[in-house]
């Protein structure tokens, strides 16, 4: 999906700011934007699930955090493997064919496998 420049600019300012994220009015400042539009950009990146609203008062003010959500999910960042079951160790293991239960190359004892399980 091809994002608008202001909405591209956002995610920059957002992204650079790190796991503390901006408040809106800041944002809005320094990008020499207006609310209302800085607002509808804002509401396409949260609904494309790259930012998060965090409601915050500031100076009385009921306002919004704009925090990059990036690689998290409810604050724990993730790593995100493009084939997860590629790193499976199993499947590159030389002896696949001759594992299972009982036997003596075994799942249940395999080192490779419970390492990759406690990741």
């Known amino acids: 999906m091809d994002r ?6 956002i995610l ?12 809106q009015s800041e944002l809005w400042s320094i990008l020499n934007i207006n609310g209302r539009e ?13 930012i998060r609203k965090v409601p915050i008062v500031v100076k009385g003010r009921r306002t ?14 993730l790593s995100i493997k493009l084939n997860p079951v590629a790193s499976i160790p199993c499947f590159l293991c030389r002896d ?22 406690h990741e």
């Open 12 to 23: 920059e300012v957002i992204k650079m700011r790190g796991d503390e994220g901006i408040v």
């Open 64 to 77: 919004y955090r704009l925090v990059f959500i990036g690689k998290q999910f409810n604050g724990v960042k």
């Open 96 to 117: 696949l064919e001759r594992c299972g239960l009982g036997g003596y190359f075994n799942p249940l004892s395999c080192n490779k496998l419970t390492m990759f399980l």
């Open 38 to 50: 800085g607002a509808k950009a804002v509401s396409k990146l949260v609904k494309a699930g790259l």
């Open 4 to 9: 608008e420049p202001l909405e591209n600019k």
